[in-house]
């Protein structure tokens, strides 16, 4: 692959996850996050791809049902994306508010996509398929980049539901959060196997009506305030 070939491929990734980046970011617009920490949460997203994919070849090895190795797969890629949020934001001062826990899991959800979808495009574009490439990186701009922000996002919403209660529910909400979101990936994953092409848009449809769950998500996070004490 020539160099120009692996800059195409950057973009084709990169420039669908930033306009979904620039769009969602505006839910947060009233108290906006530092411009860093939203990069920093992107480029942790990207590199993290770079370990899932080590621990993934390893599943892939030793499992052999298909539903166990993909049900183990989004497990990985959400846990892992999870701990590049928590090492990143979580802890920093500011992480202030019930919102802000989703808008740093879906900075990190889309920084995986697009060294996810990078990487996707890369083998038909090294062999002169632009036609091929564009195509292939609108169709997972479309699929598997939402479903990497709608899963990240419920993990966040999770978060933000108990941001001002003690550290037992958030744990347990936490736990709830992941469990829903890799049940949310691995379904999608499974539902485009050997999937025609009236099944694929069946599931882009599913994943666009989570998009729009997700976005009244954002609207109860945002009104979730500190228990009063009578």
Known sequence: ???????????????????????????????????SLLAGCF????????????AEQYIGVIVND?????TLWSGIEEIFKFA????????????????????????VALGFAALENALFVMAPLSHGELATSIIHGNLRSIGAT????VSSAIIGFSLGLTFYRGHAMKFLSLVIGLIVAVAIHTSFNLSIINAGPTDTLKAFGWIWGAVVVMIILFEEVKAVRPKLVT
């Open 146 to 149: 939402l479903v990497h922000v």
């Open 66 to 70: 298909i539903s166990l190795k993909y």
């Open 1 to 35: 692959m020539t160099g120009s070939q692996f800059a195409g491929a950057l973009l084709v990734g990169l420039i669908p996850s930033l306009l979904w980046l620039f769009f969602w970011m505006r839910e947060d617009a009233d108290q906006p996050e530092p411009r």
């Open 43 to 54: 480029f942790a997203g990207m590199f993290t791809v770079v370990v899932a994919i080590f």
């Open 84 to 107: 590049a949020v928590a090492l990143v934001a979580l802890f920093t001062r500011h992480n202030d508010e019930p919102i802000d826990a989703m808008v740093y899991c879906i900075a």
